[in-house]
């Protein structure tokens, strides 16, 4: 009976680990196009669906297409003016007057006919960046972190250390509904109340960086202080009982014993919570704005990763379907890097 369950505990990790190599190589599959068209600057370009002009050397030759419709269309007008025919009104005519009632110089016909050939051999393309959401992505979930923690170690000090069991067991139940909440509702709240409210306060948009980074830090707070709680409930009440028989005061308990005792599961929860607000979408959606631009102040809307990839999936196809995957794939290693870091920093102070 031992070695079938240690059988069904195998099978049941190389599952979890088979699903996670599958999910890197398919990401990195249906994204090599766009690796190969963009590289690494794709991580530090900011524009997304810009068509540009490019030379034959692959190099930008304008910024934007618009700007070359503009400039051809100028060109054209240029073209079409002609010497106005006065013979009949004034004999004086001269070829003083021909030239400066619009005859192109010599030196101007050189040059527009050399931006002509240029304009022949380059090609339009469109080019995607990922800078702008991986930048909102990062900054959103700092926000929500610094928001949410000292929030939910308040909430699990409370209902584990002061409150009493009469107030500690329905406000926790309480706290635990609230993460089963879908987080659409958060972003619906936010939306028509939330962001509204912050932005009178601080000045700016109701849909914004800031605005959609406490969102994200309401809805982790719940996962963040019931993994708390638990963690501070472990804790063995004869170490609590022996700081205050020394003439510990409460604070100093929570703060001596409470804290370095329950350090891994509170790490932990942050770690769970950090992982959330990364990949959370749809509350977000609603709030950031999703906008292709870097914000100059937190109160500007920006756009993240989930929210481009939710907004942008359903009518992409092709290079633009193929970036979409580069920037899952990036949201993945960001992830994963991230974690992994807390974790091992983590574990490598436990030692000690």
Do not use: C
């Amino acid at each position: 009976m031992d070695k079938i369950f240690a059988h069904l505990a195998k099978m049941s990790t190389a599952v979890v680990f088979v699903v996670l190599v599958g999910t890197v190589i398919s990401l990195y599959i249906t994204a090599r196009p766009a690796i190969k068209e963009f590289g690494s600057y794709f991580l530090i370009d900011p524009r997304w669906g810009v068509e540009v002009v490019v030379d034959q050397s692959g190099n930008d030759v304008q910024m934007d297409a618009a700007q070359v419709e503009q400039e051809e269309t100028t060109t054209s007008n240029d073209d079409t003016l002609l010497p106005a025919d006065d013979s009949s009104e004034d004999e004086d005519f001269s070829m003083d007057d021909e030239w400066d009632d619009g005859m192109i110089p010599m030196e101007d016909e050189i040059a527009t006919g050399q931006a002509h050939l240029e304009k022949e051999d380059s090609k339009v393309k469109t080019v995607y960046g990922g800078a702008v959401p991986i930048v909102g992505t990062i900054f959103s979930t700092i926000i929500a972190l610094l928001f949410a923690v000292p929030i939910s170690m308040g909430i699990a000090i409370f209902l584990s250390e002061i409150a009493k069991p009469v107030i500690s067991g329905p406000v926790g139940v309480a706290v635990e509904l609230l993460a089963a909440i879908p987080s659409i509702i958060y972003g619906m709240w936010g939306l028509f109340y939330f962001g509204p409210l912050i932005a009178s306060i601080f000045g700016g948009n109701s849909v914004s960086l800031l605005v959609g980074g406490l969102v994200l830090g309401v809805m982790i707070i719940p996962f963040m202080a019931a993994l708390s709680r638990d963690a501070i409930n472990t804790t063995p009440d004869i170490l609590k009982e022996a700081a205050y028989s020394m003439g510990a005061t409460k604070t100093e308990v929570i703060k001596d014993v409470i804290f370095p005792y329950a350090k891994a599961g509170i790490i932990g929860s942050m770690i769970v919570s950090l992982g959330r607000a990364l990949g959370e979408t749809m509350a977000v959606a609603f709030v950031i704005g999703g906008v292709y631009q870097f914000v100059h102040k937190v109160t500007d809307p920006t756009n993240s990763i989930p929210v481009a990839l939710a907004n942008n999936f359903s009518e992409s196809s092709g290079l633009s379907l193929s970036a979409l995957f580069y920037l899952a794939l990036i949201l993945f290693v960001v992830s994963f890097v991230v974690i992994f870091s807390a974790k091992y920093f983590f574990l490598r102070r436990g030692k000690y």
